[in-house]
């Protein structure tokens, strides 16, 4: 069965379905709060926040099915400051700015344990080793792949294979270089200029195939559309070095997607539970906590500033009345898209 094509850390989505709360192969726990609020959109709801590698969830106790994912790759800003909280009043919260395509969205996250710092370290200190270790997931060109004549391994990597006398195809005449295949990536550079290179991390390869090209027989590596859509050429003589090159990327590619190396390392203190460890019963709060029939999550998390009353009326030909008017930058179409998306 074909993983799906990863959209945890890319993506901010909100009342997933239970089978996208579930973690995906690599992704690992790294902490749980099992008293946070939504402030911004679910106030005076108890909920249970945990952040992965990759992303934050957040879902009510009391229904489950209110929740949040936020990817870390839509993080922009992570800040303190104080908000009006349902249950705890006026504290200090967690502020989380992201943005999502064109759509920028705030959330805000009150731990209700008072004096515990840990709802700001856990996220702070993730979010900051996923910025760290974006060479794992993104591919990347031209980059300091080499020092000192030797090539610049990340953390958890190996090298399996040395390939030399690579040709990359990519203009007329070819440059002639070297393969590094690890267990996380393809590196090429070339011999003459170590900075024309290129990794392209497993996470971001589509097919890695044998083909025709107007060189003779090359390898051919086709790349994500979310990396770019690359199609990368490389010409290996003899045909059996090339075909054993091509064998060893696909097989190591292949185990890879089976259990994928993010690169984001993290330890806290206190070692989380399983999600299965902590399904549990709803918690019976001494807080009412009314819902509404119908919600809105868009407008609830839109960043919006701090709007204190509501901008003029003005008349909108598309609709036929009057609305309040827009911010600069959005249009009534657009908005109809986000919802439709």
């Not at 901010?12 to 959109?41: W, Y």
């Not at 610049?152 to 270089?177: A, C, F, M, T």
């Not at 390898?219 to 859509?229: A, C, K, R, W």
């Not at 902590?278 to 701090?306: C, H, L, W």
Request: net charge negative; charged share 25%; aromatic share 10%.
């Amino acid at each position: 069965m074909a993983v799906e094509p990863l959209w945890e850390d890319r993506d901010v989505r909100f009342d997933v379905s239970s089978s996208q709360m579930k973690m995906r192969p690599g992704e690992k726990l790294i902490d749980q709060l099992d008293a946070v609020e939504d402030t911004k959109g679910n106030n005076g709801d108890r909920g249970r926040l945990m952040v992965t590698n990759l992303r934050i969830i957040w879902h009510s106790i009391e229904m489950p099915r209110a929740n949040l994912s936020i990817g870390f790759n839509c993080v922009i800003g992570i800040s303190t400051r104080t908000a009006q909280s349902k249950l705890r009043g006026t504290v200090e919260a967690l502020y989380i700015l992201c943005k999502c395509g064109s759509t920028r969205f705030e959330f805000i996250f009150t731990n209700l344990v008072p004096g515990s710092p840990r709802l700001f370290t856990s996220i702070i200190s993730v979010h900051r080793a996923y910025e760290t270790s974006k060479m794992y997931r993104d591919l990347k060109l031209r980059g300091a792949l080499i020092k000192d004549k030797q090539v610049r391994l990340l953390p958890q990597e190996q090298i399996y294979d040395k390939v030399n006398g690579v040709w990359n195809l990519s203009s007329d005449q070819g440059n002639l270089g070297t393969f590094y295949i690890t267990n996380v990536r393809l590196m090429w550079h070339a011999n003459i200029n170590e900075s024309f290179n290129v990794s392209i991390p497993y996470l971001q390869m589509k097919t890695v195939k044998i083909r025709d090209s107007k060189f003779g027989i090359a390898l051919v590596v086709e790349t994500t559309p979310m990396s770019g859509g690359y199609v990368l050429g490389f010409r290996i003589d003899p045909m059996e070095k090339l075909q054993a090159t091509a064998k060893m990327i696909q097989n190591l590619h292949r185990v890879y997607s089976a259990c994928p190396i993010f690169g984001v390392e993290f330890e806290v203190d206190e070692k989380p539970q399983t999600l299965e460890e902590n399904t549990r019963a709803p918690i019976q709060d001494d807080v009412e906590v009314e819902y509404d029939s119908q919600t809105d999550a868009f407008a609830a998390y839109f960043a919006d500033g701090n709007k204190e009353k509501d901008r003029e009326p003005v008349f909108s030909d598309e609709l036929g009345l009057a609305v309040e008017k827009l911010k600069d930058g959005f249009t009534i179409s657009g908005l109809w898209e986000v919802i439709a998306s």
